[in-house]
Structure formats: C-alpha cells, structure tokens
T-cell receptor, first 119, second 111 residues
Framework: NAGVTQTPKFQVLKTGQSMTLQCAQD?????MSWYRQDPGMGLRLIHY???????DQGEVPNGYNVSRSTTEDFPLRLLSAAPSQTSVYFC??????????????????FGEGSRLTVL | EDQVTQSPEALRLQEGESSSLNCSYT??????LFWYRQDPGKGPEFLFT???AGEEKEKERLKATLTKKESFLHITAPKPEDSATYLC????????????FGSGTRLQVQP
C-alpha cells in the first residue's frame, strides 16, 4: 500500500538551478495537488489538477510548473530555483467525490514531503 | 479572502489533562472544515470533516465541533502519543477544491 510517494526526500540546489519533484499515487485518485509548508505560514497551495491533462494555479504558483499526463503522476518543476523556494513540499491527492455528496473533496492523502534547500 | 487562524500556537499538557484547540475562520460560504494531524517529518493525516454549525465528530480521545465562526478540537485525557501538530483547513463554497490551512497548534503531552 504505497499511497502517495514523493521523491526525493531531501534536495539541495544552488540559485538558478532547475529540478523536478516527483509525485506518484496508486489509489486512482482524480485530484492531485502540491503544497509548500513554511514555518508559521501553514500549507499553501502551489498548483493542482482535477484530472489528467487538466491543471490550475493555486495561491503561490510563481516559479513552479506542473503537468498531468497520467492519473498517477503529478511532477512539480522548479524552473530557476531561488532561496525563497526553500521549503518543505507536500503532494496530496483525493478521490473523485460522489456527485450528490460533499465528502472526499477535503480528505487529502499526503505524501511524506520533500525538503528543499536553495543556497 | 479565506482565512484560518489557529490558537494557541503551542500547548503543553500533562498526560490526562484535557484541553481544547481553537480554529477561527472566515470563508465565502463554508463547504467543509477539516482537521489534520501532522507528526514531525511526516505529511498531514486526515482526522475529521465538519460541514455545518452544530456538527460534532469523535475519534478516540478527540472530538471536533463546529460553529459559524470557529471549530474546536477537544482532547480528553491525552496520552503522549497524541503529541503532534494539529492543522485546521477550510474549503470555500466557490467551486474550487483547494483548502486554506491554518498554521497549526503544536501539542506536546508529557507523561
């Protein structure tokens, strides 16, 4: 039972470098999202996807790109890393909610996180 | 803009000493309020969903309640294994599925 798998767990980058954080889920979840967690600020949504081929911006999308070519995978790309992107990144997924019931939309399954340091 | 404020930031309890965590929110039409638990170095783990004022949910020593302005997470006779950060999040009724999270309450239960 893998759930949501994130790689790498730790990464150190230099300013200006690019990299991709990987996220994969094996639960056939429709919805996937990326959050960053910074001390004292709570989790903030970067990008999300409601299905393969569909992505949208969250609260803090600048400097990040995403794509969703399959249901299982939702990689997050840092285009040109900056020290302000030092953070812990979490990928989360949730199943498609039944049309007439409001359950499932906030019951997110999180990965264990990727800790990124940009020097 | 949706906002979630959690208090206190940190709470230290003795084992067996009951207390409550607060989550105050402002949101455009509440679609749901969610509680998560986060252990150090781990991702958040879902605990409860509350949809309307007056609703309550229970799980072991935890009980979550909801009013029109805030939610409480009551911890009865806590044990050291309840030590974690507890996160509150809201989902607005605007059609978006994104959650707005509070910054959490860090709970430490001492034996």
């Amino acid at each position: 039972n893998a759930g949501v798998t994130q790689t790498p767990k730790f990464q150190v980058l230099k300013t200006g470098q690019s990299m991709t954080l990987q996220c994969a889920q094996d639960m056939n979840h429709e919805y996937m999202s990326w959050y960053r967690q910074d001390p004292g600020m709570g989790l903030r949504l970067i990008h999300y996807s409601v299905g393969a081929g569909i992505t949208d911006q969250g609260e803090v999308p600048n400097g990040y790109n995403v794509s969703r070519s399959t249901t299982e995978d939702f990689p997050l790309r840092l285009l040109s890393a900056a020290p302000s992107q030092t953070s812990v990144y979490f990928c989360a997924s949730s199943p498609r909610p039944p049309r007439t019931v409001r359950i499932g939309t906030g019951e997110l399954f999180f990965g264990e996180g990727s800790r990124l340091t940009v020097l | 803009e949706d906002q979630v404020t959690q208090s206190p930031e940190a709470l230290r309890l003795q084992e067996g000493e009951s207390s409550s965590l607060n989550c105050s929110y402002t949101v455009s039409g509440l679609r749901g309020l969610f509680w998560y638990r986060q252990d150090p170095g781990k991702g958040p783990e879902f605990l409860f969903t509350l949809y309307s004022a007056g609703e309550e949910k229970e799980k072991e020593r935890l009980k979550a309640t909801l009013t029109k302005k805030e939610s409480f997470l009551h911890i009865t006779a806590p044990k050291p294994e309840d030590s974690a950060t507890y996160l509150c999040a809201v989902q607005a009724g605007t059609g978006r599925r994104a959650l707005t999270f509070g910054s959490g309450t860090r709970l430490q239960v001492q034996p």
